[in-house]
């Protein structure tokens, strides 16, 4: 089973987040869409999840619970943007959490 970690100091991080290398600034903006749309307590799975959702999501340009466009500078790219995002998903846990759950996030990351 996977560890349940509380949200709070990682949500507040989210709104921005500096990991380093951000064109864009792409990795910050999908911190500041991201961080209201986390649960406030997820396992690492349930973060892997969230982040897919809200890419999902922000490439729709729909608020997939709400079925509200999205307003976001994130919307309207091409689909390779939101793979690259996803693929630095393990970096953005790196600066979020303790390291055996940003290597969980890491592992789930690499095995999807």
């Given at each position: 089973?996977d560890?349940v970690m509380?949200m709070?100091k990682?949500?507040?991080?989210?709104?921005?987040?500096?990991?380093?290398?951000?064109?864009?600034?792409l990795?910050?903006e999908?911190?500041r869409?991201l961080?209201?749309r986390l649960?406030?307590?997820?396992?690492?799975s349930?973060?892997?999840?969230g982040?897919?959702?809200?890419?999902?999501?922000?490439?729709?340009?729909?608020n997939?619970?709400?079925?509200?466009?999205?307003?976001?500078q994130?919307?309207?790219?091409?689909d390779?943007?939101?793979t690259?995002?996803?693929?630095?998903?393990?970096?953005?846990?790196?600066v979020l959490?303790?390291?055996?759950f940003?290597d969980e996030?890491s592992k789930?990351?690499d095995?999807?």
């Amino acid at each position: 089973m996977d560890k349940v970690m509380n949200m709070t100091k990682a949500k507040e991080t989210l709104r921005d987040i500096d990991i380093g290398v951000d064109p864009n600034n792409l990795i910050k903006e999908f911190g500041r869409f991201l961080s209201p749309r986390l649960n406030d307590e997820l396992c690492p799975s349930g973060f892997v999840i969230g982040c897919d959702l809200a890419l999902y999501d922000l490439s729709e340009g729909i608020n997939g619970s709400t079925q509200e466009p999205i307003r976001n500078q994130l919307v309207g790219y091409p689909d390779m943007i939101y793979t690259l995002i996803r693929r630095r998903v393990p970096e953005i846990a790196k600066v979020l959490f303790p390291n055996t759950f940003a290597d969980e996030v890491s592992k789930i990351c690499d095995e999807v």
